[in-house]
C-alpha cells in the first residue's frame, strides 16, 4: 500500500469494512427492536385462550393447503378445530426444534472466532432471540394442550451432524440454516398476509417471529455472500449442487407433517400425497418456499448449467425474486 492510499482504497479491506457495517447494523436492529415472548404477548387475556373461539383455529384457506383441501373442507367444525390445533402445534414444536438445533450450530461457529470478528457479536444476538423463540414456541404448544412430536424420528438425528458441519464446513451449516428458515417464514407471512382471521396466539407468535427472522435471514444471505466467493472453484461447484439438495431435505422436514399426524386423524394416503408431493399446487407451493434462495444461488455463482438441473429435478427450481421476501405472484413465469 503506498502512502498516499488508505485502507479503505484496497479492495478487500473494503469489502470486509462493507460487511462488518452490515452486521453492526443488523446488530444495533437487534438492540433497538427486540422482543421478550412473556412481556409482547399477553397469554394470560382471555382471548388467548386456546379455547376461545376455537373456530380461529380452522386452517386458513388462502394459506395453508390442507385448508383449501376438499378432505378437510368435508370435516365437521369440530373435527377442524381439532386437526387445526394439532397442526399448528406441531409447526411450532419443529420450529422450536430447528431453533436449538440452529443454536447449538451457531454456538460452535462462535467458538472459535478471533477477537474483533463482527460475526461474534451479531451471531450472540440472534442465539438470544432464537432462545426466546423456543420459549415462545414451547409455551404456544403447552397452552394448546396437544402432545405433538414435531419432527419426524429420521429427521431428528440432524442435531447429531449439525455441530462437526457448523465447525468443518460453514458455508454449508448457513445453507442449512436458510432449508429451515425461509419456509417457515413464507409460511407464516402467507397466514399474516391472507386477511383471515387466526387464533390470537398463533398471530402474536408469528408476528414476534417474522420481525425477527427478517434478520436472522438476512444475516445467512449476507454470511454466504461473503464467504462462498472466498473458496476455490471446486469447492463453489459442490456448494451449488449441495445447495439444492439441502434445500429440498431440509424443506420437506420443515413442510410436511410427521406420520403421527396423518395416523391420528386417519387421513387418506391419496390426500397426504396431493397435499404435500404429488399434486402441481403442492409441487408449486414448495418450490416457492426457496425464491429468495435462488435469488442468492445466481448473487453468488452457485447457479450453473448442472446445479441449475439439480434444482429444476428436485422440484424446487423456477424464477429468482427480485428483492428479498417478494410476494409470490400467481402465473410468475419459470
Not at 458441519?165 to 428458515?181: D, K, R, T
Request: net charge negative.
Amino acid at each position: 500500500m503506498s502512502p498516499t492510499t488508505t485502507p479503505l482504497d484496497d479492495p478487500v479491506v473494503a469489502e470486509a469494512q462493507e460487511y462488518a457495517d452490515k452486521l453492526l447494523l443488523l446488530s444495533e436492529g437487534s438492540v433497538n427492536k427486540h422482543f421478550d415472548p412473556f412481556e409482547d404477548i399477553d397469554w394470560e387475556n382471555p382471548d388467548f385462550d386456546a379455547d376461545a373461539r376455537p373456530e380461529r383455529w380452522i386452517l386458513p384457506e388462502s394459506a395453508d393447503p390442507l385448508g383449501r383441501h376438499d378432505w378437510y373442507q368435508s370435516l365437521t367444525v369440530d373435527q377442524q378445530i381439532a386437526v387445526g390445533k394439532y397442526r399448528q402445534a406441531n409447526i411450532a414444536k419443529v420450529g422450536l426444534q430447528f431453533e436449538s438445533i440452529l443454536i447449538a450450530g451457531m454456538v460452535n461457529h462462535t467458538f472459535a472466532l478471533p477477537n474483533g470478528d463482527p460475526e461474534f457479536r451479531y451471531c450472540t444476538h440472534e442465539m438470544s432471540e432464537e432462545l426466546n423463540h423456543t420459549l415462545m414456541f414451547q409455551e404456544m404448544v403447552n397452552r394448546i394442550g396437544v402432545d405433538v412430536p414435531g419432527m419426524g424420528p429420521l429427521v431428528r438425528q440432524f442435531r447429531q451432524i449439525v455441530v462437526p458441519l457448523a465447525i468443518a464446513f460453514p458455508n454449508l451449516f448457513f445453507m442449512a440454516v436458510l432449508g429451515g428458515e425461509e419456509p417457515i417464514d413464507h409460511i407464516q407471512k402467507q397466514i399474516l398476509r391472507s386477511g383471515e382471521e387466526v387464533h390470537p396466539i398463533m398471530r402474536g407468535v408469528m408476528s414476534i417471529h417474522v420481525a425477527e427472522e427478517a434478520r436472522h435471514i438476512s444475516f445467512a444471505h449476507e454470511f454466504l455472500k461473503r464467504h462462498v466467493p472466498e473458496g476455490n472453484a471446486a469447492n463453489r461447484f459442490v456448494l451449488s449442487i449441495a445447495m439444492p439438495i439441502v434445500m429440498f431435505i431440509l424443506g420437506r422436514s420443515i413442510a410436511t407433517p410427521p406420520k403421527k399426524f396423518f395416523d391420528e386423524f386417519d387421513i387418506p394416503e391419496q390426500v397426504r400425497k396431493e397435499l404435500f408431493y404429488g399434486s402441481k399446487e403442492a409441487k408449486q407451493v414448495f418450490a416457492d418456499y426457496f425464491i429468495d434462495v435462488r435469488a442468492l444461488a445466481h448473487d453468488i455463482g452457485l447457479m450453473n448449467p448442472i446445479s441449475k438441473r439439480v434444482w429444476k429435478l428436485l422440484g424446487i427450481g423456477g424464477p429468482a425474486s427480485r428483492y428479498r421476501s417478494e410476494p409470490i405472484r400467481s402465473g410468475k413465469a419459470a
